[in-house]
Each structure stands twice: as structure tokens, then as C-alpha cells.
């Protein structure tokens, strides 16, 4: 059985640093596309950073150049290293994973993701 389980959010001020963490495990496919994703009260489900297999990373245009997506596949670890935040990042972070295939862009359907984990929520205020 997969499981995903993300931890690491809380509440920081404008241009705080967070760093989110999502452990797998249960997982048997040797390719795979894994991100986390966020959803705001009232809006859509939407991705946020994903990375293949083979390091490949893909970012919301939102986050480029603040926040950071790596694996550790020693520790069957995710994390999402995030920095400047801004209050519009508010949100419940979730991390989820492909049935598998390595295609890992981030407009890869949310229902490609078979796997989710419950939230972790971050609060950003100004």
C-alpha cells in the first residue's frame, strides 16, 4: 500500500523560509513523477513543483526562482525547500505521486496522481 506522508508546514512571516518534507513509502514503480501541490480555501487544486526519476524538475511559474523540489532516494524523502514567501502562498501542501512513467511536467493532470497524502498547511502572513 502507498503511502505519502508530508510534514513540515506552520506559520511564518513574509519572506520566511519553510522547508516541507513527504515520506513514501509502499512504492514499487521504478518510474514516477512526484510533486506537492496546494489548494486555498475557495480555489482549484494546483501544482506546485514536480520531479521525475531522473531528477527532472518542473515549477509553477508562481514559485520559480523561490522555491526548490529534491528527493533524497535514499530516505524515500520529498522535500520542498521554500523561501521569500509570500502571504498568495498560503495554502494546504500536499505531496502525491504518479502510478508511474517518468513524463513530469507541471501541467501533468492532477488525475494522473494516484497517490495522495494528507496536507500540511502553511500560513504566510504579511
Known amino acids: 500500500q502507498v503511502q505519502l506522508v508530508a510534514s513540515g508546514g506552520g506559520s511564518v512571516q513574509a519572506g520566511g523560509s519553510l522547508r516541507l518534507s513527504c515520506g513514501l513509502s509502499?512504492?514499487?514503480?521504478?518510474?514516477?513523477?512526484i510533486g506537492w501541490f496546494r489548494q486555498a480555501p475557495g480555489k482549484e487544486r494546483e501544482g506546485v513543483a514536480v520531479?521525475?526519476?531522473?531528477?527532472?524538475?518542473s515549477y509553477a511559474d508562481s514559485v520559480k526562482g523561490r522555491f526548490t523540489i529534491s528527493k533524497d532516494n535514499a530516505k524515500n524523502t520529498l522535500y520542498l525547500q521554500m523561501n521569500s514567501l509570500k502571504p498568495e502562498d498560503t495554502s494546504m501542501y500536499y505531496c502525491?505521486?504518479?502510478?508511474?512513467?517518468?513524463?513530469?511536467?507541471?501541467?501533468?493532470?492532477?488525475?494522473?496522481?494516484?497517490?495522495w497524502g494528507l496536507g500540511t498547511q502553511v500560513t504566510v502572513s504579511s
Open positions: 509502499g512504492y514499487t514503480y521504478s518510474t514516477y513523477c
Open positions: 502525491a505521486v504518479t502510478y508511474g512513467g517518468s513524463w513530469c511536467p507541471i501541467s501533468r493532470p492532477l488525475s494522473d496522481f494516484g497517490h
Open positions: 520531479i521525475n526519476n531522473h531528477g527532472s524538475t
